[in-house]
């Protein structure tokens, strides 16, 4: 009989020495609580134990093994199961996209047109200097300057048989001429000719010479001249000049057209003897025909131009 209890004590304490070996093996936390084994002093066993003693250590032993088996048996994590009230769930912001800050854009509109609505044009203000509503004075009207008239515009030829071979309808090259005596001076528009056929025609077959024109005829040495007026329908004031641009004389030339049914003969022959007075009667290199009254309307005499300066 003490030989069975002996033996079922053992069995008991090397249950719970088993079940605590158990217990180290799967978990070793330093946190958990330790578990209470009983000691059990074979060497200081006196009395035997009765067998209600028996079976309560029994039954408790028996409680304890369980106890500790189920807690082995307990799957035990390194890491702690998290608590849900822990859990922090990530914070979703929203990007705002590129589109909800395009403001000066007018264009961006998705929006399909209607076809069949008017489209009016839009207008954009701009910074431009001339958008401002300042209202600006009225600028005082200029006057412009009139064109100079040119007197050569004025010319027009005769439109006669005599008038048509051999004469040149164009205008010779000009020069600004200047007359100047005292305090007054005066421009005549000149044209000049300086060639033997541009001298031989000179101012024929013109009905008038302008006032403010005139032709300088221009020689290549000084010498005495005479001319005629043939086949010339305009008075003339003709002033000739030495090499320093001098008056050597000036007389005036009345016209030598062809009389009614005269030869060309008899017709040359008169217009010579007409122009006897109106030689130079000394030497002159430079003849300014000019149209008769001219001189005396700007204050000059025709017979007395000392002291007139002639300059071009």
Partial sequence: MKSGLLRVGVIVVSGMVVAAMI??????????TPMFVPTVDLATKVSEPTADEIST?????????????????????????????????????????????????PTASISTPDPTATVE??????????????????PSPT???SPTLD?????????????F???????LPTIDLVIEHGDASHLVVTEVADEARERQQGLMCR?????????????????????WMFNTYAPLDIVYLDDDRRVVRAVRMEPCPRPEDVEHGAWSSACSAASNPYGSGGAARYALELPAGWLASV????????GAVFRW
């Fill in 207 to 227: 009905e008038t010479v302008p006032n403010g024109s005139g032709m300088l005829f221009v020689f290549e040495t000084a010498r005495v001249l005479n001319f």
């Fill in 299 to 306: 204050g000059l005499d025709l017979g007395n131009l000392e």
């Fill in 121 to 138: 044009p839009t207008v954009t203000p701009t910074s431009s200097p001339t958008a401002t509503a300042t209202a600006m004075p009225d």
């Fill in 143 to 145: 006057e412009m300057p």
């Fill in 57 to 105: 250590a029994t039954a408790t032993a028996a409680v304890e093994v369980a106890a500790t088996l189920a807690l082995a048996a307990t799957p035990v994590l390194d890491t702690p199961t998290p608590i849900l009230s822990l859990i922090v769930k990530p914070t979703y912001v929203p990007v705002p996209t590129a589109t909800a800050t395009i403001v000066s854009e």
């Fill in 23 to 32: 217990a180290g093996c799967v978990r070793d936390d330093s946190t958990a």
């Fill in 151 to 163: 007197p050569l515009d004025e010319i027009r030829f005769v439109d006669n048989e005599d008038c």
């Fill in 165 to 171: 071979d051999g004469i040149d309808r164009d205008l």
